[in-house]
Each structure stands twice: as C-alpha cells, then as structure tokens.
C-alpha cells in the first residue's frame, strides 16, 4: 500500500485550542466530548485524499502538540509545510495571542507555507455569545495583514471542518501541476505505530 502525500498539513495553536478534535472530526467524523482531555505528546499524523474537480489531493495531516514544553518539536513538524491551520480558541483571548506567535514563526522560518487561521469551538460561542472573546473582523483585519484567510469552525457539529481542509486542498491545487489519474491509497498512522508501517517517503516532511 502507497502512502504518499501531496501536500504537508500542519495544525498549530495553544494547547486546548482544539487541534486533536479539528483533525478528529475531519478524518474519523467524530467528536468525543466526554473522554477526558488527552495532551498529544509529539505529534500525530493522518492523511485524507480529497477530490478537487477532476484532480485528486492527499493531505498529509500533522496534528501538533501545543503546550511551550514541545515548541521546538513542533519547528520540526512544520519544517516543509505547504498548509498550516494555525488554530484559537474562540472563547480565549490568549489561545489568540498565541496563534500570532505561530504565524510570525511561519511566516520568518516557513514563508512558502499558506496561513488558514482556525477560530474553534464555534458552537458555544453560538450558544452564548458573551463567551466569544475573539472578534471575527479583528480576525479578518489581521488576515488581510498577514495574506491568510480564516475559518471559524465547531468540531462538535462538524460546521465549516470540511470546508477548511477543502480550501486547504483547492489551494494546493490551484497553485501545482498535479497529474490527473493521481491516486494514492493512503492510511492513518501515529506516530508510535510508525516503525511498523512501511510508509514510503519521508513522514516528517512529507516528501
Ligand atoms: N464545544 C466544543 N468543544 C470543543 C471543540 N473543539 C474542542 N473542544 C474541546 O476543547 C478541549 C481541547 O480540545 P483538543 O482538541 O484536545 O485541543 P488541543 O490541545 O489543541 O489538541 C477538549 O475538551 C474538547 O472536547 C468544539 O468545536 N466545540
Ligand atoms: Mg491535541
């Protein structure tokens, strides 16, 4: 089985911004709200093929971990990056602070990488919204700024998940010369699991 991926996605954010339920929800369609929070140690990676008109795209997805004690690992996930999703916690101002922190990191060691800012948690900022803490324009002002475009999305109820990843890919393919019949098979792995796996290609650039 083929494992090869066109384009190196990298989720990066603060620590409970909502990174592992974005790539969760996009990749296996599930939320699981009542499991007890999970750091993710390192990263973890998974990949999703996505037809965009008559070509066909595999994002090769890495989720990161967010907290400061990992930064310098996550320098090493983003390293060849095309598409970063730099995600916030729409309820947490400083999960926002962080995020530009992220995108200065892009944008000094990772220019070529493409910026999706990701506000998450839609839903409860829906439900109540005295809890947003983030404004949508001070978000799209500051995209403008930094040539990015932004996403609010609910990994809860799914809202604008596909959407973003399918920018992601439309994106890509816009900007590449990808053959028509490309098809890869492709798989889900962590990245405990890897030495198992006979994963063609390089999993940590993705080339
Ligand atoms: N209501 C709601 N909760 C969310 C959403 N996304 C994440 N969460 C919750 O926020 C917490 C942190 O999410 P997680 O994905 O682990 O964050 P990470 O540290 O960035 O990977 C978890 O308790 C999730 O259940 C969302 O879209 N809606
Ligand atoms: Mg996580």
Redesign the pocket.
Known sequence: MGSKVDVKVV?L?????????????YLHHR???S??????IGAAFGANKVIVGNKSVTLGIW?T???ERYEAMSRIYYRGAKGAVV?Y?LTNKSSYERAKFWVNELKTYESNCKIYLCG?????VQDDKKLRRVDYHTTTDYADEINAKVFE?????G?NVEELFFEVAKDYAKDEQIPENNSNDVQTLHLQDSKDKNAEGCAFCGR
């Open positions: 989720l954010g603060k620590e409970y911004s909502g990174k592992t339920s974005l790539v969760e929800r939320f699981n709200e499991v007890p929070y999970q750091n993710t989720d971990a967010g907290s995600c916690d998450t948690k839609l839903d409860i999305t609910s990994s809860k109820t809202h």
